[in-house]
Each structure stands twice: as C-alpha cells, then as structure tokens.
C-alpha cells in the first residue's frame, strides 16, 4: 500500500523568506501523480501544485516550485517570497493513475508566516 | 477552474436524527467523488468513493449503513448521516475528480455537530 509522509508537523518562515516543505512517499508503482493542496483557516482544500510522475522537469507556479526526486520517493515545495497569506496546514497527497484514483494525504505540516 | 459547492457549511442535529450533506460539482460533470472525515488538527480521512450510477466503495472500518452515499447524477452525491450520536461530529469534506480526471477539486466543507 502507498504511503505518504510529512515529517514536519509545524514551520515557520519570515515574511519575504523562502521556506522547503519535506514529503517522502513509498510506492511500488511508476505511474502516479503527486500534489500538494494548501487548506487556510476557511478549510476549504485548494490545489497548489502537481507533478506527474513521468515528468523529469519539477513543477512551477509563480512562488510555488517543487523538487521531485522519484529514485529517493521525494517531493518537496518550496514557497518563495513568502506573504502573510501563505499561512496554512500543508498537506502532500499521492495519486495512483490507475485504479480507483484515490487520494492518500500526508498528515500535514502547519505553516507560520511572521511579519 | 472547476468548483464544488458544499451543503450546508455547518449543521446542528439531535442525537438519533439524520442529516444530509450535499456535495455539486458546479460547472463539470463528476463520475468520481469522495468523501472524507477530518478530525480536529489531523489529516483527511477518506470515508468512501462515490462513481455515479452505481454503488460507493467504502473504506475499511467505515459503516456504510451509517454513512449513506448516493451519486444519483454527475454533478450532484450526497453524504447522509444517519441516527446520529455525538461521536460523529466532526468536518466532512467532499472532492470531485475535475475534467481529465487528475485534480480533485474540494467543497468548502461541512462542520457537523451532533447534540
């Protein structure tokens, strides 16, 4: 069975600063489709990033990069420029792309950001 | 991008009534949702898989006489709690497989507290 590990329960970064969010995931399968999804205070869950697992080149968006490493079953974001809005519980989740396309989430890393 | 609309945000109910939670996937057609309960301060945990037209698949431990899913269209699935007792207060979330069947898309989800 797929797991997924966020070892960070709790981070904190200044204002403007970069900070590295750690998900490691176990699989036996190639194909398979990552994410992170950010859920603010609302709760509401919103996609931040995607990566397919077939992809060498990491995934982009605006201040928001990952670092897929598949050989070492890792995949962290990187959060640049970081604004006061960027505070929330993170969570990693992994997708099979086959199957019953269910998501397995991370336990979530709760992120600070300090004025 | 695609929306899910939740229903209702909050509910309050007495111990041994029943509610319903609505879950609308607004501007696509969903054959996939999901379902999940989230404790206070932890990850998801996904309840079950709803496809549209036939039965859901639930997860391991989850009593489905309990926790009724219905996807009777591709746009609408629906979570109903019956009799229930304090212990199922908690925050329900639904997704939605999006168009390509790749991103799920969140409702907003709905807190229910059972008195």
């Known amino acids: 069975a797929q797991t997924v590990t966020q070892s960070q329960p709790e981070m904190s970064v200044q204002e403007a600063e970069t900070v590295t969010l750690s998900c490691t995931y176990d699989?036996?399968?190639?194909?398979?489709?990552l994410f992170w999804y950010k859920q603010p205070p609302s709760r509401q869950m919103i996609l931040v990033i995607r990566?397919?697992?077939?992809?060498?080149q990491n995934a982009t968006e605006n201040r928001f990069s990952v670092n897929f490493q598949k050989a070492a079953k890792s995949f962290s974001l990187k959060i640049s420029d970081s604004q006061l809005g960027d505070a929330a519980m993170y969570f990693c989740?992994?997708?099979?792309?086959?199957?019953?396309?269910?998501?397995?989430f991370g336990t979530g890393t709760r992120l600070k950001v300090l004025a | 991008g695609a929306v899910v609309s939740q229903h209702p945000s909050w509910v309050i109910c007495k111990s041994g009534t029943s509610v319903k939670i609505e879950c609308r996937s607004l501007?696509?057609?969903?054959?996939?949702m999901f379902w999940y309960r989230q404790f206070p301060k932890q990850s998801l945990m996904l309840m079950a898989t709803?496809?549209?037209?036939?039965?859901?698949?639930?997860e391991q431990g989850v009593e489905k006489d309990k926790f009724l899913i219905n996807h009777a269209s591709l746009t609408l699935s629906t979570l109903t709690v019956t009799s229930a007792h304090p212990e199922d207060s908690s925050f329900y979330i639904c997704?939605?497989?999006?168009?390509?069947?790749?991103?799920?898309?969140f409702g907003q989800g709905t807190r229910l507290t059972v008195v």
């Open positions: 699989t036996s399968e190639s194909d398979y489709y």
């Open positions: 990566q397919e697992a077939y992809k060498q």
């Open positions: 501007d696509f057609q969903a054959t996939t």
């Open positions: 989740a992994y997708r099979s792309a086959r199957g019953t396309y269910k998501y397995i």
């Open positions: 709803s496809n549209e037209g036939s039965k859901a698949t639930y």
């Open positions: 997704s939605a497989l999006g168009p390509g069947g790749v991103i799920a898309f």
